[in-house]
Antibody
């Protein structure tokens, strides 16, 4: 069974760095790419970036200067790091599998940026 | 960036009614379009990909159509479980972008 699960802190202080982990099961990170998508409360979806199955990455240019995505294939984990967080970064953060489209999603992790 | 304009923003429909949601891309996306359904407190679920292909397990009352810059999602007979927010998404170019969503409710 394909599963993705996000984990990380629920609260981050302004100007600090967010670190999230997406742990996957039921597929290999070398066969499928994994994307990060976020959703501010009550709002729409924003694509953040992708860890391609081959190991390269791509980022939303709006976030590129602050965002880094990496992986550990042996642990089936994809990592997101984003620095200089502001209140507008408060959102649910999802990881999702790429099968040309986003066919499986994690449950999401709510991240609140607040002092 | 490719802008995705979705309409209407909200919609209420009676049981059994046919519902259509529109999505317009700011440039030709060559059928590189997906539709997702999101229920409150849940993650989005893929309904349609490649503009018109039905994802496995999705009821056949859902269908997608369109080409170029204009796409639509149709629900042929509205059911209670179809309430939720629907998003379109283009998968042609970075950054992948989503429509702003259509909130569908039972009348």
């Amino acid at each position: 069974e394909v599963q993705l699960k996000e984990s990380g802190p629920g609260l981050v202080q302004p100007s600090q760095t967010l670190s999230l982990t997406c742990t996957v099961s039921g597929f290999s990170l070398t066969d499928y790419s994994v994307h990060w998508v976020r959703q501010p409360p009550g709002k729409g979806l924003e694509w953040m970036g992708v860890m391609w199955s081959g190991g390269s990455t791509a980022y939303n240019s709006a976030l590129k200067s602050r965002l880094s995505i990496s992986r550990d294939t042996s642990k089936s984990q994809v990592f997101l790091k984003m620095n200089s967080l502001q209140t507008e970064d408060t959102a649910i953060y999802y990881c999702t599998r790429d099968s040309y489209y986003f066919d499986y999603w994690g449950q999401g992790v709510m991240v609140t940026v607040s002092s | 960036d490719i802008q995705m304009t979705q309409s209407p923003a909200s919609l209420s429909a009676s049981l059994g009614e046919t519902v259509t949601i529109q999505c317009q891309a700011s440039e030709d996306i060559y059928s590189g379009l997906a539709w997702y359904q999101q229920k409150p407190g849940k993650s989005p679920q893929l309904l349609i990909y490649g503009a018109s292909s039905l994802q496995d397990g999705v009821p056949s009352r859902f269908s997608g159509s369109g080409s170029g810059t204009q796409y639509s999602l149709k629900i042929s007979s509205m059911q209670t479980e179809d309430e939720g927010v629907y998003f379109c998404q283009q998968g042609l170019k970075y950054p992948f972008t989503f429509g702003s969503g259509t909130k569908l409710e039972i009348k």
